[in-house]
């Protein structure tokens, strides 16, 4: 089968590798759609997360189940699927809790563990969600991302007459635009660079893009969501803020930063981190999508061969960006 194999920094390979095989207790899935994640750019770009070379990348997907190994239960060839792709220890606190984002040791399919950026994947059926037949298996590749939305949102606390402000266009600001809609915001305001991402964001509902952040204290909000990751953009996030506001970090940074932290102190700021999502909001994003509460068609910026993944990646990674999410469809998968 093909696959998208990380080699090192600015190094993805497509090659062709040995299909899986089966074993007790495991699932074979088709994969049909697969998305780059901003993690992906982060191993790209500086080589984080990946615990082996060369491994095969991606973490975002939906498929088709092929074949289910002995004792496997509840789930059959044919069923469509997608995955919750954390691999957390099992045993600390936080996992006994059912919070194995909160996991230390955390990682994630195509890091740690062969991802879903092949013709085929193995795992575990217990982190296999069935999902509907009414629902279609592109939309489904964007039910991991949209948890992280709708986790995002959870954690902000955002419901209706709040003000909101997101740092970043890229595709989890865009599915947070959409994750605060459906939460009742009525005006979102969001701050990029980029001209293309700018437009993105006007296209799924932004009442106000900007280049640069407001300089104003008229224009401060009560949440800002920092989905970007850098010393920048922090620090503006931070000023952008109103007093007794709240500041939700959910972009990685790939490098170390220097920050006055000030303003956190002075005006009494509520700071959150979000790491990926839980359980719950997978199925949530799930019944979003399926239900038509949210569409997330409009974040799919390219949908490529895998063949082409360096090529994707090359497009995510270039100064002047005007693609949003990117999706692999594998070849067999007419839909």
């Known amino acids: 089968m093909l696959a998208a194999r990380y080699y090192g920094i600015g190094d993805v390979r497509v090659e062709e590798v040995p299909r899986p ?8 899935i088709k994969v049909a759609y697969a998305g780059i994640c901003g993690s992906d750019l982060h191993i790209y770009r500086k080589g984080m997360f990946v615990t082996y ?3 095969t990348m991606g973490h975002e997907f939906s498929g088709v189940v092929a074949e289910v190994g002995a004792d496997v239960t509840g789930l059959s060839p ?7 792709p954390r691999v ?20 994630f399919i195509g890091e740690v563990s062969p991802g879903c950026f092949a013709g085929y994947l193995l795992m575990k059926p217990e982190y296999l969600l069935k999902i509907p037949q009414s629902m279609s298996l592109r939309k489904a590749a964007l039910v991991e991302p949209l948890a992280v939305a709708l986790h995002i949102a959870a954690i902000a606390k955002l419901t209706p007459g709040v003000s909101l402000g997101i740092v970043g266009a890229g595709p989890i600001g865009l599915l947070t635009i959409l994750a605060a809609r459906a939460a009742g915001i009525s005006r979102v305001a969001v701050v990029d660079l980029s001209p293309g991402r700018r437009a993105f964001a006007e296209k799924l509902g932004a ?3 900007m280049e640069s952040f407001p300089e104003d204290a008229s224009s401060q909000v009560d949440v800002v969501i920092e989905a970007v990751g850098v010393e920048n953009t922090l620090q503006g996030a ?26 956190i102190v ?22 979003y999508i399926d239900g038509g509460i949210i569409d997330v068609t409009p974040v799919v910026s390219h949908i ?16 002047d960006k005007n693609a949003a999410k990117i999706l692999f469809k594998m070849d067999y998968c007419k839909t």
Request: net charge negative; proline share 6%; hydrophobic share 40%.
């Open 21 to 28: 095989v089966c074993a007790p207790g495991e699932v074979l």
């Open 53 to 55: 070379i060369p491994v």
């Open 78 to 84: 044919g069923d469509a699927v997608v995955g919750d």
């Open 88 to 107: 957390s220890c099992g045993n600390c606190e936080w996992c006994r809790q059912g919070q194995g984002n909160r996991c230390p040791e955390l990682g």
């Open 207 to 209: 009442d106000l893009v």
């Open 238 to 263: 931070v000023k952008w803020l109103k007093p007794g506001g709240r500041l939700i970090m959910a972009g990685l940074y790939e490098d170390k930063i220097l920050f006055d932290p000030n303003d």
């Open 266 to 287: 002075n005006k009494e700021l509520d700071v959150k981190g979000v790491n990926a999502y839980g359980t719950g909001d997978l199925k949530k994003a799930t019944d």
């Open 304 to 319: 490529l061969p895998l063949a082409s993944a360096a090529d994707a990646f090359t497009m995510l990674t270039a100064s």
